[in-house]
C-alpha cells in the first residue's frame, strides 16, 4: 500500500475546528458546517465502524468499551483543546485506544501492529483486515416480534449492534456506505414494526438494502483493490471513465480539478480513515454542486438536498445527455501529425484527454474496456513514435480499437449465450466448475459466493439492451472479489499474473485459464459421503446451496474431470437427496447410499 498517502491523516475535525482549512465560497462554509455537525452526531457510529472493520474479531462488549473511550477522549478536548493528545491523529486516536485495551491486543492477535508507530501501524491494521469472512459465526437472526421490541426499547443499542455486524462483515465498505445502510435499515425496521405481518415485510423491505451494500461495497473494493495494487494513475483513469461517462459536458479542466479531489478521498476511505472518508466525500459533492451549471442538467435536485443525502443522489442520479454537437469521433488523436509531440510535452495529461474524449463519447462501453483501448493506444504510440513515419501508423489506432472491443464482446456474446441455453443451476454449476479448476486454492464458501455472483451479473444484463457494457462491468468486480484488495489473496501463479500484470486486461486474461496444474488434491474424505440428516427439512435455496459445495468440494479433488463427468456426478448426488427423502427411513438411506457415491467418484 505504498501508494497511499503517508502524511495528511485529518485530524478529528469535531476535536480540533482550527486544524480546517477554511473556505472562502459561502456555500462551502455551510457544507463544512454541515458535515461537521453530522460527524459529530454520528461518533458512536463512526468509532464502531472503525473498530469492527480493523479488529472483525472483536465482541460488541469490547466494541461499546472503545466508543465510551472516544466520547471521553472527545469531551476532554473539547474542554481543553490544548491538551497534547488532542493533537494526535484521528486514525492514530483510534489505533492507540485499541492498543491500550488491556489484553485485547493479545486476545485478538493484532499485538504486532500496535508494536508499530505512525503508517505502519496503520498499515499493519489495514492489512489485519479478513476480507473472507468465514471465521465469523453466521449473522444473527431476531424473530421479528423481538427485533421490534428491542429497536422500540433501545434505538442506539439496536443500531450499534446492526453497524458492529455489518461492519466486520464489510471490513472494506466505505464509512458513508454504512452510515447510509444503517439509515435505511432503520426505516425499514419504524416501518416493519407497525405491520401485522412482521415477517414478511422484513423480508421484502430488506433486500434492496442488503443488494445496494453488495453492489455499492463490491465497487469499492475494486476500486480501492487498484489503487493498492497498481497505484494513483490507474485509480485517476478510472475515475477519468466515470466522470466522463455521466457528465459527458463537463470541461476536461474542470474534470481534472475534480479528480484531485476524488482521489484525496479514496487514500482515507480505501484506508479505513472513516472521518477523512466522510469529509472527502463532503468535498467532492461541494465541488460538483458548486459547477452544476457546467456539469450535469441530472443533479439540481441532489444538489438541494442535505449531506449526506446529497451524496447518494449524485452518484445514483441519471446520466447527463450528450452535447449535441460532440462529434462520434475525436480526430486528433489519430491524424493529427503532433500527436507524439504532445504526448511527450505531458504524458500524463495527454493520456488522461485521450481517456476523458473517447469515454464520453463511448457510453455503451464499460469502463473496463475503456481502459483497454486507453492501454492499446499507449502501446500503439510506443511502437509509432519511433517509426519514421509516426502519424502513418497511428492512423490506424481506431482499427486497434474495434478490434479490442470486439475481442470483449465476443467474450460477453459467449456468457450470455450460456445464460440463454442454460437453466440458472446448470449455469452456476458451469461457473463453480471453472473457477474451481483455476483457482482450487480458495475456500469453498468463497468459490460458491463468486459463483453465485458471476450468474446474478449474467441474469441482471443478458437481456438489457446495454448488455455488453453491463456484463463487462459486473463480471470485472467479480474478478476484483477474486483477486482481492490488500495484498494477501496469493492464490496460485496464474491467477496471480491475471490479478497482478494489468487491471484492464485481467478479464480477458483470465478468460484465457486452464485448470490449475500446480495444484495438488488434498485426500478423500468424509464429505462427498457425509449426507447431513437435516437435508430432507431444507428449503431450495439451501438445498442448491449443498449441491454447489458438494460440486466444489468435488472439483477439488477430482480435478482432472471433465464438466460433463462432474455435471453427472451432481445429477448422481440431487438423485440420492429426492430418493432417499422420499424413503420410510432417510438416514438409513444415506448411510447406503452416500458411500457408493464417493466410491463412484473416486473412481472417475
Do not use: W
Not at 161 to 188: C, G, H, K
Not at 368 to 380: Q, S
Not at 453 to 481: I, K, P, Q, Y
Request: aromatic content about 8%; some cysteine; overall charge negative.
Amino acid at each position: 500500500m505504498k501508494q497511499l498517502k503517508r502524511t495528511g491523516f485529518i485530524v478529528f475535525l469535531f476535536f480540533l475546528t482550527e486544524s480546517l482549512t477554511l473556505p472562502t465560497k459561502p456555500q462551502d462554509i455551510d457544507d463544512v458546517s454541515i458535515t461537521q455537525k453530522f460527524i459529530e452526531e454520528n461518533l458512536g457510529f463512526i468509532t464502531i465502524i472503525a473498530f469492527a472493520q480493523y479488529i472483525q474479531e472483536a465482541s460488541f462488549e469490547e466494541v461499546e468499551m472503545l466508543v465510551k473511550a472516544m466520547r471521553d477522549y472527545k469531551d476532554k478536548c473539547l474542554a481543553d483543546v490544548t491538551l497534547p493528545m488532542c493533537s494526535e491523529l484521528a486514525n492514530d486516536v483510534l489505533m492507540e485506544k485499541i492498543c491500550t485495551v488491556e489484553g485485547l491486543s493479545q486476545k485478538r492477535n493484532f499485538s504486532h501492529c500496535c508494536s508499530k508507530v505512525g503508517f505502519e501501524r496503520r498499515l499493519c491494521f489495514f492489512h489485519n483486515k479478513k476480507p473472507d469472512i468465514g471465521f465469523l459465526s453466521p449473522l444473527p437472526t431476531l424473530d421479528p416480534e423481538e427485533k421490534c421490541q428491542i429497536y422500540k426499547n433501545n434505538r442506539e443499542s439496536f443500531l450499534n449492534n446492526y453497524i458492529y455486524e455489518v461492519s466486520r462483515r464489510n471490513p472494506f465498505a466505505f464509512a458513508p456506505t454504512l452510515l447510509t445502510v444503517a439509515a435505511r435499515f432503520e426505516e425499514v425496521t419504524k416501518t416493519c414494526c407497525e405491520e401485522q405481518d412482521k415477517a414478511n415485510c422484513f423480508r421484502t423491505k430488506a433486500e434492496p438494502v442488503i443488494h445496494y451494500l453488495k453492489a455499492v461495497s463490491s465497487y469499492q473494493k475494486n476500486v480501492c483493490g487498484a489503487l493498492v495494487q497498481f497505484g494513483l494513475q490507474v485509480l485517476n483513469s478510472i475515475n477519468i471513465v466515470i466522470l466522463s461517462q455521466k457528465f459527458p459536458r463537463i470541461e476536461f479542466k474542470e474534470l481534472i480539478s475534480l479528480l484531485e479531489d476524488i482521489s484525496s478521498k479514496y487514500d482515507g476511505c480505501c484506508e479505513g480513515d472513516a472521518v477523512q472518508c466522510i469529509r472527502g466525500r463532503s468535498k467532492v459533492m461541494s465541488h460538483i454542486c458548486s459547477k452544476q451549471d457546467s456539469i450535469s442538467s441530472k443533479i439540481k435536485e441532489c444538489c438541494e438536498k442535505k449531506i449526506p443525502e446529497r451524496s447518494e443522489c449524485i452518484i445514483y442520479s441519471n446520466k447527463d445527455d450528450r452535447p449535441k454537437d460532440l462529434s462520434l469521433r475525436e480526430a486528433k488523436f489519430t491524424e493529427s501529425k503532433r500527436v507524439c509531440e504532445e504526448r511527450d510535452a505531458d504524458h500524463a495529461i495527454f493520456f488522461a484527454n485521450f481517456l476523458y474524449e473517447y469515454s464520453r463519447r463511448h457510453r455503451e462501453l464499460s469502463a473496463p474496456e475503456l481502459l483497454r483501448i486507453a492501454g492499446v493506444y499507449e502501446d500503439l504510440l510506443k511502437e509509432c513514435c519511433n517509426t519514421e513515419t509516426p502519424s502513418e501508423c497511428y492512423s490506424y489506432a481506431e482499427y486497434k480499437f474495434n478490434e479490442t472491443t470486439e475481442k470483449s464482446l465476443k467474450i460477453v456474446q459467449r456468457e450470455c449465450e450460456h445464460f440463454q441455453n442454460l437453466g440458472k443451476n446448470d449455469l452456476i454449476s458451469h461457473y463453480l466448475i471453472k473457477l474451481t479448476k483455476i483457482a482450487p486454492q480458495l475456500s469453498t464458501d468463497g468459490l460458491t459466493f463468486l459463483g453465485k455472483e458471476m450468474v446474478a451479473a449474467l441474469t441482471t444484463c443478458c437481456t438489457l439492451s446495454e448488455e455488453f457494457a453491463c456484463v463487462d462491468n459486473l463480471m470485472d468486480l467479480v474478478l476484483g472479489e477474486l483477486c482481492g484488495i490488500n495484498g494477501n489473496q496469493n492464490i496460485n501463479p496464474a491467477v496471480d499474473r491475471c490479478c497482478k500484470t494489468s487491471f484492464a486486461f485481467r478479464r480477458p486474461c483470465f478468460d484465457g485459464l486452464e485448470a490449475d496444474k500446480t495444484y495438488v488434491p488434498p485426500p478423500a474424505s468424509e464429505d462427498l459421503s457425509t449426507f447431513p440428516t437435516d437435508l430432507c427439512e431444507t428449503h431450495n435455496e439451501e438445498l442448491q446451496r449443498k449441491k454447489n459445495r458438494f460440486l466444489v468440494n468435488l472439483v477439488k479433488r477430482k480435478p482432472g474431470l471433465r464438466e460433463e463427468e462432474l455435471q453427472s456426478l451432481l445429477t448422481d448426488f440431487t438423485d440420492v437427496v429426492e430418493r432417499c427423502c422420499k424413503a420410510e427411513g432417510p438416514e438409513a438411506c444415506f448411510n447406503e447410499e452416500g458411500p457408493k457415491l464417493a466410491a463412484k467418484s473416486q473412481a472417475a
